[in-house]
């Protein structure tokens, strides 16, 4: 056997190579960096050559097992631990769904990925999802079947200063969300809360999403120094435009704190004894004690039956949800929404939101509380009040109802999302900063946007609409769906779930559908310019004035129709087209 050539020395080369191809002579070894080509060596006896080929082959494919079974298996919290069908996530900000998903990924629970999601947002999303705000989550275990939802809305101090001219709310989602991933998480806090604050720190182009906020707000927004430092876009005098970047430093600081510490410093201690001073000093009225005393709720659902499924929804103050509560349950009772064409839809979508929107007059007051409790608002007896001459080729007159639908002018700034797992669990979650941007204004030195206080001037948490659909006597999850847009809310979300749940539409088809909407107040039957001739001579023959309105709210949604972890692969998952958010993760 003569020496190896310089043409096998050529062949010696760096790199990664997992193939292996046996059949030609050429050999791989998994994960090395070194090709070799048994062809190439020399032999002046066949038989030498066949013995040597043999040995070089049995030699390289040990090496090559050795090689594969010495490498570690993923541990739990590592992307990719979770094979196969993982469950999905959806949000109105692309880069909060990203982390949902890697969340999930990771072996990371329904809760997990939505607390990350939300920590994501705050950093990409502030103008609606910042530290200082509010919200509320349905989260549902599969394994228990229960459903029960996660109140922090960020409400108003007991007191406000006289001094005062930005009245602020008491912060609510660190605690909120501290409080839904120490019970239905798996993951350590630390990797719920580190991929927000790594973006806040090193910096990202702003989103189309959020630049379209800081479009509406515009340069009113830098008025307060420490907003201009964080949201001014190069010219350094108006707001950032889509893509270019944002780098939070001062958000980072206060989000590793709650990483490293948990989200008790943001409550209590030295940071929070800042956080007041610094909240005062901007116009706020807020004292250490409130701040320390406050404490999410966890509490009973809004219960609508839905066939053998069980529709849950959040009660006030997340008002919008309650009333898309009322409206599952009218439709549900008529039984004609599947079975009807698409003028007969329109009018019977409309007549049961303008019933459900005056319903709404007789228990909401005008900062948010409701004079029911939750099992109240959808009592059988109450519903069959509500429906009382109902016949939705007629629309009703405002005369018949009393009182009249009245219009709170609640705040459209929010955010949903949601997030199911492969197990079946899910969370459906809204938040809130009580108004765009909320005060405004920025704790300084803090990063943290100042919630503005609830009031009945339209600020508050009155337009979140978070719901579950689920099996509880086979613990299977059908639908998370969440809707933002103020009054239009319950509206928009009820297009989608009387699409989905009573006509057996396509999620994405019944998302993109045009939409109608009335809440009475004021007393016209909005609708979507792609509306089609059909139901807008359907609604005009049944007494509706119309008009067209560019977009009735935003929906986004997760559907499994035969159920999870049942039926994979019935599930979808879709964002709203009228807004830029994402979903991501195993359902189509």
């Not at 070194?34 to 062809?39: A, C, E, H, K, L």
């Not at 404490?295 to 529709?311: M, N, Q, S, Y």
Request: aromatic fraction near 6%; proline fraction near 6%.
């Amino acid at each position: 056997m003569t020496a190896i050539n310089n043409k096998v020395k050529k062949r010696m080369q760096m790199g990664a190579d997992l193939e292996k191809k046996v059949g030609d002579g050429v050999i791989r070894r998994f994960n090395t960096s070194m090709t070799i080509s048994v062809n190439d060596i020399e032999f002046k006896a066949p038989k030498l050559r066949r013995q040597f080929k043999a040995v070089m082959i049995v030699a390289l494919m040990t090496l090559g097992t050795v090689g594969c079974s010495s490498k570690s298996k993923l541990q739990e919290g590592q992307v990719g631990y979770v094979g196969g069908f993982l469950g999905a996530v959806v949000a109105d900000e692309p880069r909060a769904a990203l982390v949902g998903r890697q969340i999930l990924s990771r072996g990371g629970s329904a809760a997990d990925a939505a607390s990350a999601m939300y920590f994501m947002m705050s950093v990409t999303l502030p103008s609606r999802a910042g530290l200082g705000g509010g919200g509320v989550c349905l989260a549902f275990d599969a394994a228990k079947a229960k459903t029960e939802v996660l109140d922090f809305t960020a409400q108003a101090p007991a007191k406000i200063s006289p001094a005062s001219d930005r009245p602020t709310a008491i912060p609510g989602n660190p605690r909120g969300f501290f409080a839904l991933q120490a019970r239905y998480g798996r993951l350590m806090w630390r990797e719920i809360i580190g991929p927000a604050e790594h973006l806040a720190r090193f910096g990202f182009p702003a989103s189309r999403t959020f630049a379209r906020d800081l479009q509406a707000t515009g340069s009113a927004l830098l008025m307060d120094p420490s907003a201009r430092e964080m949201f001014a876009g190069k010219s350094g005098v108006k707001v950032a435009q889509e893509g270019e970047p944002i780098d939070l430093p001062d958000l980072a600081a206060t989000l590793g704190l709650l990483r490293a510490r948990g989200v008790g410093p943001m409550y209590t201690g030295p940071f929070a004894q800042n956080f007041t001073k610094t909240v005062n000093n901007a116009g706020g009225s807020l004292t250490t004690k409130e701040l320390r005393n406050f404490i999410p709720k966890w509490r009973a659902t809004v219960r609508v039956d839905v066939g053998f499924d069980v529709a849950h929804f959040a009660p006030p103050p997340a008002a919008a949800s309650s009333v898309a509560a009322v409206m599952t349950s009218v439709l549900e009772a008529n039984g004609d929404y599947g079975g009807g064409d698409v003028g007969e839809r329109a009018t019977l979508l409309a007549e049961t939101q303008l019933r459900a929107f005056a319903d709404r007059s007789t228990w909401l007051n005008a900062v948010g509380s409701s004079t029911l409790n939750a099992s109240a608002i959808t009592s059988e007896a109450r519903i069959e009040s509500i429906m009382q001459g109902m016949n939705s080729d007629h629309r009703s007159p405002l005369s018949s109802f009393e009182p009249k639908p009245y219009n709170y002018h609640e705040n459209p700034s929010a955010t949903g999302f949601s997030a199911v797992d492969a197990g079946g669990n899910a969370v459906a979650c809204a938040v809130t900063m009580n108004a765009a941007f909320g005060t405004g204004r920025v704790a300084k030195g803090t990063g943290i946007l100042l919630a503005s206080a609830p009031s009945n001037t339209g600020r508050g948490a009155i337009g979140l609409a978070p719901m579950l659909l689920v099996n509880e006597n086979a613990h299977e999850f059908k639908l998370a769906a969440t809707a933002s847009g103020g009054v239009a809310a319950p509206s928009a979300l009820m297009n989608v779930v009387a699409g989905t749940v009573f006509a057996d539409e396509n999620l994405r088809t019944a998302i993109s559908q045009p939409r109608v909407h009335l809440s009475g107040a004021p007393d016209v039957t909005y609708h979507e310019p792609n509306l089609g001739p059909k139901a807008l001579k359907a609604l005009s023959k049944a007494g509706h004035r119309t008009q067209t309105t560019p977009e009735i709210g935003q929906v986004n949604a997760l559907y499994c129709a035969k159920g999870l972890p049942s039926a994979p692969e019935t599930c979808q998952m879709a964002t709203d087209p009228r807004g830029s958010g994402l979903a991501s993760g195993s359902m189509r």
